[in-house]
């Protein structure tokens, strides 16, 4: 017999990935002192020119927000929160093309691995588990409906 996954389970790993993506971006700074002198120095550094730069900045902007409304309304099971999580996965996938080659400490790529994976837990579980239905349309409750469209009778 399998057990049903449940509401706290889900909250708790929602939590788990924001934690783990922070401490990713926050290890990314702290560390970054460790890296050696050359990659320091291409630590940051992109290709685009001034305009391309700007877009992908409003892009991951816009990324981040979208991801953080996602998670938020995941954690209250609110309806629209599924699409947007799943267009901020997609999102971060263009963003991690787009934004090139990449350097990172061990600590910082272990964290964002471990929130990576997490975050594919929680969609397997808000799209192929019984947690979908907690994202579903609420369906109006027919038998009040039944009730107060029944005429009175007067006998």
């Not at 509401?7 to 788990?16: D, F, G, P, Q």
Request: with cysteine.
């Amino acid at each position: 017999m399998h057990a049903m996954p449940s509401k706290t389970l889900l909250r708790i790993l929602i939590v788990a990935e924001v934690v783990g993506y922070a401490l990713g971006f926050v290890a990314s700074f702290i560390l970054e002192s460790t890296l050696p002198e050359a990659l320091r120095a291409y630590h940051g550094q992109t290709e685009f020119s001034g305009w391309v730069h700007a877009l992908v900045g409003v892009g991951l902007c816009m990324l981040v927000l979208v991801a953080v409304v996602a998670r938020i309304g995941l954690f209250f099971f609110w309806r629209p929160a599924r699409p947007l999580y799943f267009a901020s996965m997609i999102g971060a996938l263009l963003m991690a093309v787009l934004g090139g080659p990449d350097v990172s400490t061990g600590w910082e790529d272990m964290l964002d691995t471990m929130a990576a994976i997490i975050c594919g837990i929680i969609f397997a579980l808000i799209y192929f588990s019984p947690l979908r239905d907690l994202y579903a349309k609420k369906q109006p409750n027919k038998s009040l409906q039944a009730t107060a469209a029944a005429p009175a009778s007067c006998d």
